[in-house]
C-alpha cells in the first residue's frame, strides 16, 4: 500500500505570497492531520479534517487554512507568507480520528 | 493542555549496547502514547503505539517502550543498537476522548548517535 505522499517537497516563496501544498492520504484513510516542524518550537499540531470537516485546529493565526475533498486528499493554505513560515510541513493520515498517524515526507518551505 | 517531555536532547551510545530513551507526559486521562523516529530529510515513522492493555508494548526494527501510569512514562528500549538507528526520536500523545481529534502533542525529540 502506498505510504502518504505530499507535494511539492521543497518550495520557495517571498515574503507576502500566498502557499498551498498537497496531502495524498494512504488509500483507505479518511483522515488527515497538518503538522508544522521547526527547529525552534518543533512539532505543532495545525489542523485536522475527517470527513472533508475540520474537526480541530491548533494555535496559528487565520493566514493557515487547509480543506479536504470527497476523495480525502487534503490541502493547505498559508496566505500572507511571513519569514517564520520557514518550516517543514507535514502531513498525517489515519484510518479515522483516534487512530494512529502515518506522516508523509513533508514539505520543506523556505520564506525569503 | 497535555504536555510531553524528553529529558534527553542528545544521547550517545556505543553500536551493540542497550538504548532507553525517556518520555515523561502530563495529562489528566490515560492518552495514546507513540513512539516516532525521524531521519534526516525524512517524515515521522511509527515505531510504537499504546492504546490500552499489555503495558509492555512491542513496535517494528526490535524496539520496545513500557507505559507506567504512576510514572506517567513510556520509556522506548532497544537491547542492542545497529548503526541504522541513529536519528532523532519523537514521543507523542493523543488524546483518548473517543470522538474528539485534537492532534498529537510531541516532546522536542531525542537526538540518538551511534558510536562504532
Known amino acids: 500500500k502506498a505510504g502518504v505522499t505530499q507535494t511539492p517537497r521543497y518550495l520557495i516563496k517571498t515574503r507576502g505570497q500566498q502557499v498551498t501544498l498537497s496531502c495524498s492520504p494512504i488509500s483507505g484513510h479518511r483522515s488527515v492531520s497538518w503538522y508544522q516542524q521547526t527547529p525552534g518550537q518543533g512539532l505543532q499540531f495545525l489542523f485536522e479534517y475527517f470527513s472533508e470537516t475540520q474537526r480541530n485546529k491548533g494555535n496559528f493565526p487565520g493566514r493557515f487554512s487547509g480543506r479536504q475533498f470527497s476523495n480525502s486528499r487534503s490541502e493547505m493554505n498559508v496566505s500572507t507568507l511571513e519569514l517564520g513560515d520557514s518550516a517543514l510541513y507535514l502531513c498525517?493520515?489515519?484510518?479515522?480520528?483516534?487512530?494512529?498517524?502515518?506522516f508523509g515526507p513533508g514539505t520543506r518551505l523556505t520564506v525569503t | 493542555a497535555q504536555s510531553v517531555t524528553q529529558p534527553d536532547i542528545h544521547i550517545t551510545v556505543s553500536e551493540g549496547a542497550s538504548l532507553e530513551l525517556r518520555c515523561n507526559y502530563s495529562y489528566g486521562a490515560t492518552p495514546y502514547l507513540f513512539w516516532y523516529v525521524q531521519s534526516p530529510g525524512q517524515g515521522l515513522q511509527l515505531l510504537l503505539k499504546y492504546f490500552s492493555g499489555d503495558t509492555l508494548v512491542q513496535g517494528i526494527k526490535g524496539f520496545e517502550a513500557e507505559f507506567k501510569r504512576s510514572q506517567s512514562s513510556f520509556n522506548l528500549r532497544k537491547p542492542s543498537v545497529h548503526w541504522s538507528d541513529a536519528a532523532e526520536y519523537f514521543c507523542a500523545v493523543g488524546l483518548n476522548s473517543g470522538g474528539g481529534a485534537d492532534g498529537l502533542t510531541f516532546g522536542k525529540g531525542t537526538h540518538l548517535i551511534i558510536q562504532p
Open positions: 498525517a493520515s489515519s484510518f479515522t480520528p483516534n487512530y494512529e498517524q502515518y
